[in-house]
Structures are given as structure tokens and as C-alpha cells.
């Protein structure tokens, strides 16, 4: 499998692998977000995903963008928004 070099596609593969663990996580995600610890609830999903993301994207790309960061708060953020709260 050849490294992605195409930054629109690196950025694709960042949102669908935080697209995945917002799906899969829901409860951690509203947890997290409730109780402002996003990032300590889903340590282990978003280590997982960024070395997903890491080993599939050129390191050329990855040293001139911070897609898959900027994909935590895009998609993670405004997909709980669509999530049923007990607030």
C-alpha cells in the first residue's frame, strides 16, 4: 500500500477516522464533553487513530499539516452536538 501524498486525501482519511470513533464512542464523547476531559475519556481511541492516520499518509504531508487535529474538533465536536444529552 503506497503512502497517501494527496492532501485532500489525507485530510478525508483524518475526518473518516475521527468520524468512526465519534460514531463507535458516543457515550465517551458526551462524557467527555460534559465533563470537559475530552481528550483524557478517548486517549486511547485517538492515540489508536492518529497512528492509523500517521502510518498511512507520507511524512511530507503530515510535517506541513495538522489535519487530523483539526478533524478532533470538526467532526467530534459538531457530531455531538447531534447527540442525544442528559443536560
Do not use: C, W
Amino acid at each position: 500500500m503506497s503512502l497517501i501524498t494527496d492532501p485532500e486525501a489525507a485530510k478525508r482519511l483524518a475526518r473518516t477516522i475521527i468520524s468512526d470513533i465519534t460514531l463507535y464512542n458516543k457515550e465517551k464523547v458526551l462524557e467527555g464533553l460534559e465533563n470537559d476531559n475530552l481528550f483524557e475519556v478517548l486517549r486511547n481511541e485517538l492515540d489508536q487513530g492518529r497512528r492509523v492516520y500517521e502510518s498511512r499518509v507520507s511524512p511530507e504531508v503530515l510535517k506541513s499539516s495538522n489535519f487530523y487535529d483539526l478533524a478532533i474538533v470538526d467532526i467530534m465536536v459538531q457530531q455531538a452536538k447531534d447527540m442525544e444529552s442528559n443536560l
